[in-house]
């Protein structure tokens, strides 16, 4: 059986009337499950006992559990169990403007970033919707307080997981629901251009985080596979068009490699290709893991590379670091689990 928490609150309109009951049970359960956080359908009042049996019959509640918690200072990582037995991962992080959550889409990754710990272990299967719902509610109630940001950068590319994640972004965007304001929620993009240009059509204002990592094709082939099916030039005219229909800023996200891409005239030349765009640079040192040979940029040098971008008028940002005494890295928790 599925999960509940696959439906958005339209689905479960379109189910109660297939069942010849009435369409604003759909509020009822969604009030029941996001506000209420029931753990049993028996514990719903105001549904007709022999409709809670119909939907007994065809959904389940839960089905994923939360089976390890690291904590440091101002981060928690969360390890879930999948009822296939799979694991993923999601980063609770305390920031001066709230909580955020960072959660995975997918089990395994497909898309080879050379630096990346996920993407050493391979895709395994797409997460359903509810498998991204809940982790966002257990991080809720293993916390006791609510989170007030999400982003979708955990495991996985989130656009190769295109219709789920739009799914699940209807859900905790919906004000019967989680209630997370698009404002609020960001998603993580390595550059599949067709679904970046789908994105941009998308009726949510919700924010859109490019993994970008290299100035220039003939390095970011090296690091990451997706380039070479989607060159610079065609992912920089698809984020044009992006800006020109949403108006919204864009970030891109820039891990400062030691050796690699943290040089001078790698700053330059990422100056020379944002320049004009409604963006900012987040600069992320690297968090290193044992299984993979990059190591972080010292903080001179990103400093170096900082003024360099600072400048040149281009807004940017050094991410704080976290989980210095964890499993930091994303897709490190589940690899020490797995690989035992």
């Excluded at 050379?114 to 293993?142: A, D, P, T, W």
């Excluded at 998308?202 to 290299?214: G, P």
């Excluded at 893991?289 to 940017?316: A, E």
Aim: with cysteine; net charge neutral; charged share 30%.
């Amino acid at each position: 059986m599925t999960s509940i928490y696959n439906l958005t609150r339209e689905d479960l309109e379109k189910y109660f009337l297939s069942i010849n009951s009435k369409k604003f049970h759909a509020d009822q359960l969604f009030d029941w499950l996001y506000v209420k956080r029931v753990k049993s359908f028996d514990d719903v009042t105001n549904i007709k006992k022999e409709v809670l049996e119909e939907i007994k019959k065809n959904y389940i509640l839960n089905n994923i559990k939360i089976v390890n918690v690291e904590k440091d200072q101002d981060v928690h990582k969360y390890l879930f169990e999948l009822n296939d037995g799979e694991h993923i991962e999601a980063v609770l992080m305390f920031h001066d403007y709230g909580t955020s959550v960072c959660i995975s889409s997918q089990v395994g990754c497909n898309m080879g970033c050379k630096f990346c710990e996920s993407g050493r272990r391979k895709k395994v299967r797409n997460l359903e919707v509810s498998e991204m719902v809940l982790q966002i509610l257990l991080i809720e109630e293993e916390l006791g307080s609510r989170i007030s940001h999400v982003v979708v950068m955990g495991i996985g590319e989130p656009f190769d997981n295109y219709d789920n994640l739009i799914k699940f972004f209807r859900i905790i965007n919906d004000p019967k629901g989680i209630s997370i304001g698009a404002r609020h929620i960001t998603v993580s993009t390595c550059g599949i251009v067709p679904k970046i240009l789908e994105f941009s059509d998308l009726d949510m204002q919700i924010n859109l985080a490019i993994s970008l990592h290299a100035p220039n094709d003939e390095l970011r082939n090296k690091i990451m596979p997706i380039n070479k099916a989607y060159p610079l030039k065609e992912l920089m005219d698809a984020l044009k068009i992006y800006l020109k229909k949403t108006n919204r800023r864009l970030t891109f996200e820039y891990i400062l490699l030691k050796d690699v891409n943290d040089s001078e005239d790698c700053a330059l030349e990422l100056v020379k290709l944002v320049k004009g765009l409604n963006c900012y640079i987040n600069l992320i040192p690297y968090n290193e893991t044992n299984n993979i040979d990059f190591k972080r940029t010292n903080t001179i040098q990103i400093m170096r590379f900082y003024d360099i971008l600072k400048k040149n008028s281009i807004g940017v940002t050094i991410r704080k670091e976290f989980g210095g005494k964890i499993s930091a890295a994303c897709g490190q928790l589940r690899s020490k689990k797995e690989e035992l």
